[in-house]
Nanobody, 127 residues
Framework: QVQLVESGGGLVQAGGSLRLSCAAS????????IGWFRQAPGKEREFVAA???????YYADSTKGRFTISRDNAKKMVYLQMDNLKREDTAVYFC?????????????????????WGQGTQVTVSS
């Protein structure tokens, strides 16, 4: 019963930045662990970053140091700040969520741990 809507995707040159947003409605936002995944043409969906209900963060090796995930509980929003973008970052980006009573993740990078998914937003990095 949670709806997620991503926004903020678009075209950017290599080395540039974008900020993706994930707006949540329904459910109880403060009880949600939320992650970002992406899928590029010809590749499987892969983990990008995640943030727990207590704001603990987790990153894939390919994004750590360049991407930053954050949440604003008052606005029921999760953000993914993407800096120093590379052509390999081109993909459709999805946010996902799951209710939890825990304060962190056990398996934040596993897609099967998430119950709710957004429709995705396209990020294209050119050079």
């Amino acid at each position: 019963q949670v709806q997620l809507v991503e926004s903020g995707g678009g075209l950017v040159q290599a080395g540039g930045s974008l900020r993706l947003s994930c707006a949540a409605s329904g459910g109880t936002f403060s009880r949600l662990n939320i992650g970002w995944f992406r899928q590029a043409p010809g590749k499987e969906r892969e983990f990008v970053a995640a943030i727990s209900r207590s704001a603990n963060t987790y990153y894939a090796d390919s994004t750590k140091g360049r991407f930053t995930i954050s949440r604003d509980n008052a606005k029921k929003m999760v953000y993914l700040q993407m800096d120093n973008l590379k052509r390999e970052d081109t993909a459709v980006y999805f946010c996902a969520a799951v209710h939890t009573i825990l304060t962190g993740f056990l398996r934040p990078a596993s897609a099967d741990q998430y119950e709710y998914w957004g429709q995705g937003t396209q990020v294209t990095v050119s050079s």
